[in-house]
C-alpha cells in the first residue's frame, strides 16, 4: 500500500486561485471566487413547491441532512460534555484588539476563570477573541464554538477546545446547554440574537436560574430603556421579566453576580 499523503490543507501553504476554509468539522480547499454556499443557507433555501423536479431533489437533501444535523450534535455533545461549570460570553466580532473595549472582554474571561469557570465563546475575532485570551492566559479552560459563514472564517488562538459548527441551531444549543450563565459585552446583531434566544429561553421557563449579565451600562441602557418604555408600556412583556436581566459596567461586576447567583 502506498504511503503517499496529501499535503497538509494549511492556510500558509498558498495555492493560487484557491483559499483554504471550514466546512463544518473539515477544512477544505474552494476556488476564490466561487460562491461559497453554507449549510445553513442550504437548508433555508425556499423550493417552489410548484417545481416537482426540484422538490424531489430536496427531499432526498434534506433526508441525508438530518444524518448531519444528527452527527454534529453527537460531536458536540461528545466534545462538551466534560466541561464543568461555564459561562458563555457573547460580543462584537468587530471589537478592534487593544481597544477597551476588547480589554473590557480579556477581563472577563480572565475573572471567570479565577472564579472557577470554564469559558465559551463563539470561537472567532473580536470580544469572543478577547474573553478566550483573558481565559487562555489565566490557565483555564477556553472554549470556541465557531460557525461556518459565507467568508473566511477562523478560530482564534487563544482556545483549550475549539470546534467548528455548519448549523446555527446547533451551535446555539451548545452555548445553552452547556453554560449555567450568559454575559454579553456591546455586540450587533449576532449578539443581540443570541441575548434575545438566551432571554426567550429563560421567560418561559426552559431554562432556570440562568444569570443574563450585560455589561457596559452606556451602551445597553437604551435597549432596557426601549425594553421597559415601548415593550412593557405596551404590555409586550411583564414587569418581573426585566429583572431576567442585569445591567453592569465592569467585568468585575459582571463576574460577582454570576458568582452571587450562585449558579454551579
Ligand atoms: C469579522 C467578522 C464579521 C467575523 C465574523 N465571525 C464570527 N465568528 C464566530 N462567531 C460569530 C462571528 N460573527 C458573529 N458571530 C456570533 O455572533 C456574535 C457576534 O455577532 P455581532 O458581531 O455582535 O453581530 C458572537 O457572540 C458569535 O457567537
Known sequence: MSDVRPEPLEDDVPIEGTQVRYAGAAKVRVDEDSEYV??????????????????????????????????????????????????????????????????????????????????????????????????????????????????????????????????????????????????CLPGGVGTLDELFEALTLVQTGKVKRFPIVLVGRAFWGPLLDWMRQVLLADAKISPQDLDLITVVDTPEEAVDVVIASGVR
Open 38 to 183: 453554507t449549510s445553513d443557507e442550504n437548508l433555508l433555501e425556499w423550493v417552489d413547491p410548484r417545481d416537482s423536479t426540484k422538490i424531489l431533489e430536496r427531499t432526498v437533501r434534506d433526508s441525508w441532512r438530518v444524518l448531519r444535523i444528527q452527527s454534529e450534535f453527537v460531536a458536540g455533545f461528545d466534545a462538551l460534555e466534560n466541561v464543568s461549570e461555564a459561562v458563555t460570553v457573547f460580543g462584537s466580532a468587530r471589537s478592534v484588539p487593544g481597544s477597551a473595549e476588547y480589554e473590557m472582554g480579556v477581563e472577563v474571561g480572565r475573572r471567570l476563570v479565577e472564579a472557577g469557570y470554564a469559558v465559551i465563546t463563539g470561537g472567532g475575532p473580536g470580544a469572543m477573541e478577547a474573553t478566550n485570551k483573558g481565559a487562555f492566559l489565566a490557565g483555564g479552560e477556553s472554549i470556541g464554538l465557531n460557525i461556518e459563514l459565507p467568508f473566511e472564517q477562523h478560530l482564534n488562538p487563544y482556545l483549550t477546545l475549539g470546534m467548528h459548527f455548519r448549523y446555527f441551531f446547533v451551535r446555539k444549543t451548545m452555548f445553552v446547554k452547556y453554560a449555567q450563565a450568559f454575559v
